[in-house]
Nanobody
Framework: QVQVVESGGGLVQPGGSLRLSCAAS????????MGWYRQTPGKQRELVAT????????NYADSVKGRFTISSDNAKNTVYLQMNNLKPEDTADYYC?????????WGQGTQVTVSS
């Protein structure tokens, strides 16, 4: 059974930092990409950052470029999102997605709140 588990969310002041982690288990096939997405009430889930596991190519939403960094530990099927200089508009539920050539699996999400 596939499990995708996020951790690391919480409350942080504007300008602060958080590091999200996502660990995947029970994956039967090779993972070719992992990514972070976020969603706020009433809005569609949006891409934050993705990484191709072979080669490490990354992609970021314009709104987080220069502030967020995605990385992965392929041996552990884990992806991280280092978030610096957080802004109130970064407040959202953050979801991890794991892509194989057979499926896309989502985690349950972790909440990030940026507020003073």
């Amino acid at each position: 059974q596939v499990q995708v588990v996020e951790s690391g969310g919480g409350l942080v002041q504007p300008g602060g930092s958080l590091r999200l982690s996502c660990a995947a288990s029970g994956i039967r096939y090779s993972i070719y990409a992992m990514g972070w997405y976020r969603q706020t009430p009433g809005k569609q889930r949006e891409l934050v950052a993705t990484i191709i596991t072979a080669g490490g190519k990354t992609n970021y939403a314009d709104s987080v470029k220069g502030r967020f960094t995605i990385s992965s530990d392929n041996a552990k099927n884990t992806v991280y999102l280092q978030m610096n200089n957080l802004k109130p508009e970064d407040t959202a539920d953050y979801y991890c997605r794991v892509d194989t050539f057979q499926a896309r699996d989502w985690g349950q999400g972790t909440q990030v709140t940026v507020s003073s």
